[in-house]
């Protein structure tokens, strides 16, 4: 991997809950594709090896999790894999987790911090919150992981950018109608990539699910957005993957021509944080 640059693969893989086996077999197929291009890291969607409707994610943690991160080691080949799974919580049940998977035995992971109970969404009724936004380094390249629901808080990009964040990767489970029928979520996610990239100057990476699940119809649109809100890419309305070149003289630039967050009043936050919490 180059510190200058970073290729990277968005993944929109079939949501399939109850199906690991297909699941695992979607993730095999796309790495292998990935591998073809030379690609650096892949980024999978949102509980992306459970399903999203898992129902017992605790249970799928302590018969799937083990076998299914082992099977995507195996396929790596020295590509880093992103990929969504339910994992054990200390406390007991499972967290939503994005984990990052490499050839190493180790495990790092991002736990979603804000699970939404609203709607058609049930996710505060199985699994356990996060409590802590980490920032990781892939290829020279900081990248912060802000799992679906975590991006429409706008304190948590701030937090990744104040942190350093190169890159800023949602992965999402994101179905039509889930929040409303008044409500487009294809629009808000573009609008909400489209703004990190700008007010940040960061690369944005989007991987939703696709296709029919259960009662539930996600729509994909997975995207990547340039430091300064253009759209690079976005995958078909099927299964597949989209490969971009994440370059560090395009983040620099991105960040000369919009320097906001280098003069930012972190100090004045902090008070007005303070004295809305009192």
């Known amino acids: 991997m180059s510190r200058e640059s970073l290729r990277l693969a ?21 790495l292998r ?43 790596l080949g020295g590509m880093t894999a992103i990929v969504g799974l339910p994992r054990p919580a200390d406390t007991g049940g499972a967290m939503n987790s994005a984990a990052i998977i490499t050839d190493r035995d180790d495990l790092e992971v991002q736990d979603k911090i804000y699970l939404p ?31 679906c629901e975590d991006a429409w808080h706008g304190s948590l990009p701030y937090i990744a950018r104040l942190h350093g964040a190169d890159v800023i990767v949602h992965p999402a489970a994101s179905a039509k109608g889930a929040v409303g029928e008044d409500f487009d979520s294809e629009d808000g996610w573009t609008a909400i990539c489209r703004a990190e990239a700008i007010y940040y ?10 296709g029919e699940d259960h009662n539930q119809v996600f729509w994909g649109g997975s995207k990547v957005v340039a430091p300064g809100g253009r759209v690079v890419g976005q995958v078909e309305d099927s299964e597949g993957i989209l490969v971009v070149d994440l370059r560090r003289d395009v983040i620099d630039a991105a960040r000369d021509i919009l320097p906001m967050m280098e003069f930012e009043d972190v100090r004045l936050i902090r008070r007005k944080l303070a004295s809305a919490t009192r």
């Open 10 to 30: 968005v993944a929109q893989s079939g949501a399939a809950t109850d199906q690991t086996s297909v699941s695992v077999a979607s993730h095999i197929r796309l």
């Open 33 to 75: 594709v990935a591998a073809a291009e030379s690609v650096d890291v892949i980024v999978f969607p949102e509980l992306s090896l459970s399903g999203y409707l898992i129902q017992d994610p605790a249970l799928w943690a302590d018969e799937f999790m083990q076998e299914s991160v082992a099977a995507i080691r195996a396929e």
């Open 117 to 147: 109970n609203y709607s058609r969404y049930t996710e505060g009724d199985r699994f356990v919150p996060g409590h802590d936004l980490r920032m990781f380094e892939i290829g020279g390249m900081k990248i912060a992981i802000l799992i």
């Open 201 to 210: 100057a960061t690369y944005v990476v989007f991987a939703n699910q696709i």
